[in-house]
């Protein structure tokens, strides 16, 4: 407890998005980084690695973005800033929260890299919105990345709803159309890199697909698939039924541009 709140005086959060609980949230998660970083590193490393491919990929064809948009990068974890400096002249770490490397970074690449508080979703302010329509456009002259963060987008606005006393159907498809927007301005770019967690794995059980129907829809958009991993999500002791999830990487833009 002492941890996590040390860790939530450490986070800068855009006020809608504390409304609704995300800097407690984004605090337990930095605590369980460290707690749980020898059964995470293989996903970190992982997810390094696909967002630096696909960044190579975008970089090598001929009038190369020169901006990274790297959404979900408010704790800098699974980003790999160094390598990504020497492929971009700006890098833009997008998110509602914030912890105290991303904000070093910031300081230390002074012009170069910059915390951008933004609601992707563009729900947060306003549960009302129509999510198809509240979705801010992303800037097209970036190499746009949406990291570990398409299924965390309808959690916490989706569970105010039900709180409030909305019918968990229309709460469930709400859902979904936050997720829908979110890709579909992502593949309005000519340049993104999406890592998502397609299936919840668990060892005594069938994987659970989480987003069905997306990888046919991504290919149509012009979209290849990249690498896929295992993150052990909820290791043995950390829960009491173990599991993990199913991860992929797509990419958009060189060699797989329409």
């Known amino acids: 407890m002492i941890e996590e709140l040390i860790a939530w005086a450490r986070l800068d959060c855009l006020p809608a998005a504390q409304r609704l609980g995300l800097?407690?949230?984004?605090?337990?998660?930095?605590?369980?980084?460290?707690?749980?970083?020898?059964?995470?590193?293989?996903?970190?490393?992982?997810?390094?690695?696909?967002l630096l491919a696909a960044a190579r990929v975008s970089a090598a064809v001929p009038d190369a973005p020169r901006r990274a948009w790297i959404m979900g990068a408010g704790l800098l974890q699974d980003v790999p800033l160094p390598e990504l400096l020497c492929l971009f002249d700006q890098i833009d770490l997008v998110d509602v929260c914030f912890?105290?490397?991303?904000?070093?970074?910031?300081?230390?690449?002074?012009?170069?890299?910059?915390?951008?508080?933004?609601?992707?979703?563009?729900?947060?302010?306003?549960?009302?919105?129509?999510?198809?329509?509240?979705?801010?456009p992303m800037p097209a002259d970036a190499w746009c990345a949406s990291v570990n963060l398409l299924s965390q987008l309808p959690l916490l606005p989706c569970a105010a709803l039900l709180e409030s006393g909305e019918a968990e159907a229309a709460v469930e498809r709400y859902g979904t159309v936050i997720q829908q927007a979110h890709i579909d301005a992502l593949s309005r770019v000519p340049q993104a890199c999406l890592i998502i967690e397609y299936a919840r794995t668990r060892a005594d059980a069938p994987d659970e697909v989480l987003l069905p129907g997306l990888p046919d829809r991504l290919i149509r958009d012009g979209w290849t698939a990249g690498a896929r991993w295992q993150w052990a999500l909820n290791p043995t002791g950390e829960a009491d039924e173990p599991s993990g999830r199913a991860m992929q990487a797509w990419r958009r833009g060189g060699d797989a541009g329409r």
């Open 99 to 136: 912890g105290p490397a991303a904000r070093a970074a910031e300081r230390n690449h002074a012009g170069r890299v910059r915390c951008v508080r933004q609601d992707v979703s563009g729900v947060l302010d306003d549960l009302s919105r129509d999510p198809q329509r509240a979705s801010p």
């Open 23 to 50: 800097r407690r949230e984004a605090a337990a998660l930095a605590v369980r980084h460290r707690r749980l970083r020898t059964h995470w590193a293989d996903h970190i490393a992982q997810t390094r690695a696909a």
